[in-house]
């Protein structure tokens, strides 16, 4: 890996802490329902693999920082990094490119609510008000608002 890659590693890890952190401050990092800002940046291996482990150590740091327990930080992280290969390898197909960062939050997060903190609602409410979150915040945030900026961009940030 480069000195360029692990910057951008880098870079992409501490916006994904800054905007976690933000969101935690608000009250919509974690839980039930959560629409994690930095779940927007999941668009990023579409233009860069240096993305995929910014974004898992971002949320490694994300979840240490806002209490998460070891659970939620293993496999909360864990399920950012399955997202995020995921767009990597569906990074031509701009729609689809962004699904894997939902799917694998919407499965892995519910049950690490479930069976780490307890949370009694139905593993189904959970899966939909998960991925809701994630849509928002994916396709929302960062399709509609994130992609064009990047994409013109691109060039210039990720060679």
């Known amino acids: 890996m480069s000195i360029k890659s692990i910057t951008r590693a880098a870079a992409v890890a501490a916006l994904y802490v800054v905007l976690t952190l933000l969101t935690n401050a608000v009250g919509l990092a974690s839980g039930v329902i959560q629409v994690r800002l930095s779940e927007a940046l999941c668009i990023l291996p579409m233009f860069t693999p240096a993305a995929i482990p910014g974004l898992f ?90 992609y064009p900026v990047v994409k013109k961009f691109a060039p210039k940030l990720f060679g």
């Open 57 to 146: 150590i971002g949320c490694i740091l994300a979840n240490l920082l806002t209490g998460a327990v070891v659970w939620d930080i293993v496999f909360g992280s864990l399920a950012t990094l399955i997202g995020a290969i995921g767009t990597y390898f569906l990074k031509k197909q701009k729609w689809l490119a962004p699904l894997p960062p939902v799917l694998a939050n919407a499965i892995i997060v519910p049950l690490v609510l479930r069976f780490a903190y307890a949370v009694p609602d139905a593993i189904l409410f959970m899966i939909l008000t998960v991925g809701a979150g994630e849509i928002i915040s994916i396709y929302g945030v960062g399709m509609l608002l994130l």
